[in-house]
């Protein structure tokens, strides 16, 4: 088991800058592909970033060259840092984990079974 634990949402202006934190503990280990996902209401819940075994990451196309999202293995923890926050930005993010490398599949929810309770993100124009 893993429990992972987000924070570091808030409500900003409209290219202002969060950075959101996901606490893991448990079964952890450094061979963990990890990654941030969020879901607005009324929509899906999409991949965001994610932190692959090997240190890759990938990113969703509307996020590219405005977050990055960063590991600490030391300290089980997880980041994502969001600049340029825009108001479609809004939603609330979840922290997913799981044991071996993620691979092609690692911005899809079938993939982890592990979540955080989320932490919400509001930007204003």
């Known amino acids: 088991q893993v429990q992972l634990v987000e924070s570091g949402g808030g409500s900003v202006q409209a290219g202002g800058s969060l950075r959101l934190s996901c606490a893991a503990s448990?079964?952890?280990?450094?061979?963990?592909?990890m990654a941030w996902f969020r879901q607005a209401p009324g929509k899906e819940r999409e991949g965001v970033a994610a932190?692959?075994?090997?240190?890759?990451?990938s990113y969703a196309d509307s996020v590219k060259g405005r977050f990055t999202i960063a590991k600490d293995n030391a300290k089980n923890t997880l980041y994502l840092q969001m600049d340029s926050l825009k108001p479609e930005d809004t939603a609330m993010y979840y922290c997913?984990?799981?044991?071996?490398?993620?691979?092609?599949?690692?911005?899809?929810?079938?993939?982890?079974?592990?979540w955080g309770q989320g932490t919400q993100v509001t930007v204003s124009s």
């Open positions: 932190f692959d075994t090997d240190c890759s990451t």
């Open positions: 997913a984990a799981d044991l071996g490398g993620g691979g092609s599949l690692r911005l899809m929810t079938e993939y982890y079974r592990y």
């Open positions: 448990g079964n952890t280990y450094s061979s963990t592909c």
